[in-house]
């Protein structure tokens, strides 16, 4: 692939993760217009963002398999059209179960971005740039957090124009995709040479005996990194009013502090990993982002709280790196199958994290829960440090099997 390619790959992929992001921050933010115009309950709502979290975790299945089968770029394409127009539909619904249904299937094309991007990046960009491209990209995340943050301002309590605008707008990316990013030159030459139809790509090869320890540790590793980001994520603001003190007044600045800390720890642990290593990095970021949460329980320092939520963000940064790093275990035949498996079915899981929290909170304390958040970054870092050193088959044989592949590392 040229380099003009690459970076309209770049280009593309950050435009198409800053739209997937708004699309699920939205949701978060007109709940309580939702609940208030149709009469629903906390429960039914809460279903809503559930369904969502359930679609994005079924996603890894279908959108993996549907990009190792039919090519990178129509399933970025494809993902991009079904959460942008679901969206559009969902602003014209009432009734509760459809909206439901809605934003799971939306899911199914939300989750699927991270994961066709991820192996878009590995098989367009150098070994030595990887972790940092992949990274920038999922920085575009927070600054879509920022631009739903500001279309929520504007345009609540219309929550259903704010969907249907939302929705049209991904219109954008999906123009930028079709007419200036290539397929990816890799999965061309995979396919040309195993075939499209004899050798259609099965789930169960990525639980075969040769990447089944991958498959099973990198999805334990992404659950418990999901679990506790979700929860931290959902119970931290409720924490910090309710137990600490802040203004609601003064969450606006933490949030924008949050966004923006991220965004630069993406970006800077995506140079790091690149020098180092992205497991070990990974297992830094981890350890680092468990002890941030920590100092929000035991701080006697409230003014300091809100750049402590700057530098926990900064340190949040394992979306990015397991992007890269998941990516580089699995052979092209089956790479968006095996890495979107891994991440997006801790994002289902991701969907109990807010009810665990809340048990926990009911029981004990807010504080406790932050602390079990705290525990679970430790354990996704314990399984990391048990998966392989630099593994990487993106630059092996295309001809090889599955099998082969699977037993092949580049250093």
């Given amino acids: 692939m040229t380099g003009i390619s690459k970076w309209h790959v770049l280009i593309g992929g950050f435009i198409a993760y800053l739209f997937d992001a708004m699309e699920i921050i939205l949701l978060t933010l007109a709940l309580p217009v939702i609940r208030q115009d149709l009469g629903f309950s906390l429960h039914e709502v809460g279903a809503l963002a559930s369904a969502t979290l ?30 942008g127009a679901l969206t559009c539909v969902f602003a014209f619904a009432h009734d ?44 575009a995340f927070p600054v879509g957090a920022i ?16 969907f249907f605008v939302s929705g049209a707008s991904v219109i954008l990316p999906i123009i930028y ?12 030459a995979q396919r040309d040479t195993q075939g499209t139809i004899a050798q259609r790509i099965s789930v169960s090869e990525i639980f075969s005996p040769e990447l089944l320890r991958y498959t099973l540790l990198g999805s334990l590793a992404a659950s418990f990194a999901l679990l506790g980001s979700w929860g931290v994520s959902t119970w931290l603001p409720t924490y910090l009013i309710q137990d600490r003190g802040l203004s609601l007044a003064s969450m606006t600045s933490f949030m924008a502090v949050l966004h923006l800390g991220n965004f630069f720890g993406l970006n800077v642990f995506g140079f790091i990993a690149d020098r180092i290593g992205k497991r070990l990095t990974i297992v830094i970021s981890l350890l680092l982002t468990s002890t941030m949460a920590l100092v929000y329980v035991y701080t006697t320092q409230t003014q300091l709280l809100i750049w402590i939520g700057a530098g926990y963000a900064f340190f949040m940064v394992f979306a990015g790196l397991f992007g890269s790093y998941f990516s580089e275990m699995y052979p092209i ?22 009810v665990l929290l809340s048990g926990i909170a009911s029981f004990y304390s807010l504080a406790a829960g932050l602390m079990v958040c705290a525990g679970f970054y430790v354990i996704s870092a314990l399984f990391v440090i048990s998966m392989p050193r630099n593994k990487t088959v993106s630059e092996v044989s295309t001809q090889a099997s599955t099998a082969d592949i699977g037993k092949q590392a580049i250093g």
């Fill in 96 to 139: 509760l179960y459809v909206m439901a249904g809605l934003r799971f299937l939306s899911g199914l094309g939300l989750g699927g971005v991270w994961t066709i991007l991820s192996a878009y990046i590995v098989e367009t960009w150098p070994p030595k740039q990887r972790a940092r491209a992949i990274s920038f990209v999922i920085s």
């Fill in 54 to 83: 359930l679609g994005i975790g079924v996603s890894g299945v279908t959108t993996g398999w549907y990009s190792d089968n039919f090519g990178r770029r129509n399933a970025l394409i494809a993902s991009l059209a079904i959460f």
């Fill in 147 to 162: 631009a739903a943050a500001l279309a929520a301002k504007f345009m609540l309590p219309e929550w259903r124009l704010m």
């Fill in 177 to 188: 995709v079709y007419f200036l990013i290539p397929e990816s030159p890799a999965w061309k």
């Fill in 333 to 354: 035949r089956v790479r968006t199958l095996g890495a979107g498996f891994c991440f997006n079915v801790g994002r289902g899981l991701a969907a109990f994290a807010p």
